[in-house]
Nanobody, 121 residues
Framework: QVHVVESGGGLVQAGGSLRLSCAASGTIFSIDAMDWYRQAPGKQRELVAAITGGGVTNYPDSVKGRFTISRDNAKNTVYLQMNSLKPEDTAVYYC???????????????WGKGTLVTVSS
């Protein structure tokens, strides 16, 4: 009922920038938080940026000052601007949306399939 699709990944040199996009579509009553996670080979998935419906953001220390999350509520879309990229940022980046389909229902988390970001040294 809710589809989440990421885009914008690719290959970039260290020090470069990329902008990821994530759009939620389908039968949506409301979206609360939208988050970006990443998972590198052999590692657990980790949060890299979160934004509430009201625009409050949160970042781990590893990306603070380099990554910026923003959202367009009218488009149910969230963006991740990544600057000063490092080889250790290489990972599959996943987006999720905490969404309610029907008024009064419990919000559920919907995940996209991810987009690969590769940072070369």
């Amino acid at each position: 009922q809710v589809h989440v699709v990421e885009s914008g990944g690719g290959l970039v040199q260290a020090g470069g920038s990329l902008r990821l996009s994530c759009a939620a579509s389908g039968t949506i009553f409301s979206i609360d938080a939208m988050d970006w996670y990443r998972q590198a080979p052999g590692k657990q998935r980790e949060l890299v940026a979160a934004i509430t419906g009201g625009g409050v953001t949160n970042y781990p220390d590893s990306v603070k000052g380099r990554f910026t999350i923003s959202r367009d509520n009218a488009k149910n879309t969230v963006y991740l601007q990544m600057n000063s990229l490092k080889p250790e940022d290489t990972a599959v980046y996943y987006c999720n949306a905490v969404a309610t389909v029907t008024p009064g229902d419990v919000a559920m988390v919907y995940w996209g399939k991810g987009t690969l970001v590769t940072v070369s040294s």
